[in-house]
């Protein structure tokens, strides 16, 4: 999943993107609300975590500009105001949920999970297709009677995959939704993720086939 975090306090900001990486996200990085504002005019964002208090506005003044645009890409905002009206306020121009700082890190990680799910449809942390089952909060791939563990950056890509089975992805979706722009890589690196997606595939009833000269797809054997 790629994220966009909107916080101008730098330490705060480190500490955020750093926690999601380890959960195998690219977060991208904005400390203003006209850089965020770059950032969501060139990139689609699964998720974005939004400060109140930024250095040039409110930050609810990005939230009311994103939801006029009619972006539906969910939204937390994090606040240091406790005030009911502060938090209804947000909510009713349209974000997903908020939290109030100073938060717990193991809080904001669930609160995401839960934001994201709501988006997908789903009440569970679990994706079925074709006799196989992701569980992102296990960090595991099931089929057949077997429990595969899977790595961060695996389990992110194959969240890509089970969200559109039977759709072709290319590289460069790929990337996108795996990579921040801080990322160094090529698509060289999508293949290398492919690859080691298949060997955790191995026996499964799903594979992902290559589609020559535009991408990869997640298909039922």
């Known amino acids: 999943m790629r994220f966009l975090l909107i916080e101008d306090n730098p330490k705060l900001s480190q500490a955020i993107a ?3 990486s380890l959960d195998g996200h690219a977060v991208d990085r904005a400390g203003t609300i006209r850089a965020a504002s770059d950032c969501v005019a060139v990139t689609e964002y699964d998720l974005i975590l939004l400060d109140i208090m930024l250095p040039d506005g409110d930050g609810r003044s990005f939230l009311r500009a994103h939801r006029n645009s009619a972006r539906d890409t969910p939204v937390i905002v994090l606040t240091a105001r406790s005030e009911v009206s502060d938090r209804v306020g947000s909510l009713d121009l349209g974000a997903d949920d908020y939290i109030t700082k100073p938060f ?20 569970r942390n679990e994706r079925a297709f074709g006799g196989a089952v992701l569980d992102s909060l296990r960090a595991e791939l099931r089929f057949g009677g077997r429990c595969v563990p899977l790595r961060n950056r695996e389990l992110r890509m194959f969240e890509v995959f ?3 089975p039977n759709r072709v992805l290319s ?11 801080s990322d160094d890589v090529s698509e ?3 293949e290398v993720y492919v690859a080691r ?12 086939e290559t589609v020559r000269g535009l991408g990869y797809r997640l298909v039922a054997e």
């Open 18 to 20: 750093e926690r999601l």
């Open 104 to 123: 717990d890190f193991a809080e904001l990680e669930a609160r995401c999970r839960a934001v994201l799910r709501r988006r997908g449809g789903a009440a």
């Open 162 to 164: 089970f969200a559109a």
């Open 171 to 181: 590289k460069a979706h790929l990337m996108e939704r795996l990579f921040s722009f």
């Open 188 to 190: 060289n690196a999508i």
């Open 197 to 208: 997606l298949r060997k955790r595939l191995a026996g499964a009833p799903v594979r992902i």
